[in-house]
């Protein structure tokens, strides 16, 4: 298996990091049964990849052996935001038949988190992602980790998230107020469920902490991550 060192993206900051590592918690108190996590939003830079990659870190970091599955084949540069100047071989290129897995698995500075990346744009991805080896390869990829991310394109845009969903075991909404409107939210995550996967909750990314006095009040130095993570009791919706 093949290491790359990649950039540490998720923002320094004191609540930043509370407010992770209380997605992580209630990510594990949605039961043992949730391992593969896509993580979806309804417009591209909403913040999806940088709570994925902060989820898997943090996951990671209580010794939990975590796996990143960027599955946008279609518009990838999860590998140019995490630094990686080397060519690398991507899903792309294994569901076109061009790899193998043992080419697409790459560890990482992060003691027990492994990558996959997109890859090279490919030609259909909707129709690859159908396929049964991508439905083949996610249920033999979890017996090897404990969580799986997944960093899906939009929801709004393509249909290759709601693909993806159908091979998760639950999904994250990340949502940006003032650009997504309720409406078109509910939309988006009603075409998720639609697929069968178990709607988790919603993180509410880039709130402005100057407009809203709740959030200044307790994250003043805070970029405004929010989660409504379900227990395994209840599964919450964004209100």
């Known amino acids: 298996m093949r290491k790359i060192a990649i950039k540490d993206i998720r923002k320094q900051d004191y609540f930043y990091t509370e407010a992770i590592k209380t997605l992580r918690t209630n990510i594990q108190l949605s039961g043992k049964s949730i391992k593969t996590i896509m993580v979806s939003s309804c417009f591209p830079n909403e913040g999806k990849s940088d709570i994925v990659l902060s989820i898997a870190q943090e996951l990671s970091s209580i010794g939990k052996k975590a796996l990143i599955i960027d599955g946008d084949i279609r518009k990838s540069d999860f590998a140019i935001r995490l630094g990686v100047e080397e060519e690398v071989v991507g899903l792309s290129q294994f569901l076109s038949g061009q790899a193998e897995v043992k080419d697409l698995i790459y560890s990482t500075s992060y003691p027990n988190l492994h990558i996959i990346f997109g890859g090279p744009i490919a030609p259909n991805p909707s129709g690859l992602l159908s396929e049964d080896l991508f439905r083949t390869f996610m249920k033999e990829i979890r017996n090897y980790y404990d969580y799986i991310i997944v ?56 709130v402005d902490t100057k407009k809203d006095k709740y959030y200044s009040s307790y994250y003043k130095h805070y970029g405004g991550y929010y989660q409504k993570l379900a227990t395994s009791e209840q599964t919450e919706k964004t209100q």
């Open 151 to 206: 960093d899906t394109p939009p929801i709004g845009s393509v249909i290759d998230a709601a693909v993806i969903a159908r091979y998760c075991d639950g999904g994250i909404f990340v949502i940006e107020p003032g650009v997504v409107s309720y409406k078109l939210a509910q939309k988006c995550i009603k075409q998720l469920e639609k697929s069968g996967c178990r709607i988790l909750g919603a993180v509410m990314n880039k």
